[in-house]
T-cell receptor, first 116, second 114 residues
């Protein structure tokens, strides 16, 4: 069973629609992250959370919001989707108690989002 | 200037070849360094950490030059299964804030050809 799961895996939506991407993990990690990946731009951090009561903006948070409903769940919302939010979205987790300074991150399988 | 820069490739090499990837980073406060591997349409996974003393894992060797802010990955005896995108990753630690953030390079694509 996958330790980090994302739903949906693929989604096609229209401009202006509200979309929620969900991430769940069974690793028991406190830290969770949302990234987007675009061809030629690499992975960019959208939001991250170090525990249930902690939410932090990343490099490209505009147009996105997040909710950390529980230690195991971290969801990403696009309130009003636009075409340039078409991308591959990854959720990740980490635990400095076990990874120390390396901050190794474990990624989910990704959600491919297309906004028409 | 981008924080982490890599040659995007693609590198097309025959099986058995030796291939080297380079990466430079701009933030001198960077604390730790890694190579992640990403297969096509899959999630990134940690390949290996990079230390100043060098780090070898089988056919893979990673090295760090802090003075030049330069990281390398050498793959010897390339296999078809090595075909993937290799991401250079830098970890910046903010002491006191308990904060660690990874910054990813755009990746270098490797295709190993039969």
């Amino acid at each position: 069973d996958a330790d980090v799961t994302q739903t949906p895996r693929n989604r096609i939506t229209k401009t202006g629609k509200r979309i929620m991407l969900e991430c769940s993990q069974t690793k028991g990690h406190d830290r969770m992250y949302w990234y987007r990946q675009d061809p030629g731009l690499g992975l960019r951090l959208i939001y991250y959370s170090f525990d249930v009561k902690d939410i932090n903006k990343g490099e490209i948070s505009d147009g996105y919001s997040v909710s950390r409903q529980a230690q195991a769940k971290f969801s990403l919302s696009l309130e009003s989707a636009i075409p340039n939010q078409t991308a591959l979205y990854f959720c990740a987790t980490s635990d400095p108690r076990t990874s120390g300074i390396t901050n190794e991150q474990f990624f989910g399988p990704g959600t491919r989002l297309t906004v028409l | 200037r981008k924080e982490v820069e890599q040659d995007p490739g693609p590198f097309n090499v025959p099986e058995g070849a030796t291939v080297a990837f380079n990466c430079t980073y701009s933030n001198s406060a960077s604390q730790s360094f890694f190579w992640y591997r990403q297969d096509c349409r899959k999630e990134p996974k940690l390949l290996m950490s990079v230390y100043s003393s060098g780090n070898e894992d089988g056919r893979f060797t990673a090295q760090l030059n802090r003075a030049s802010q330069y990281i390398s990955l050498l793959i010897r005896d390339s296999k078809l299964s090595d075909s993937a995108t290799y991401l250079c990753v830098v970890n910046i630690v903010v002491y006191g804030a308990g904060s660690y953030q990874l910054t990813f390079g755009k990746g270098t694509k490797l295709s190993v050809i039969p």
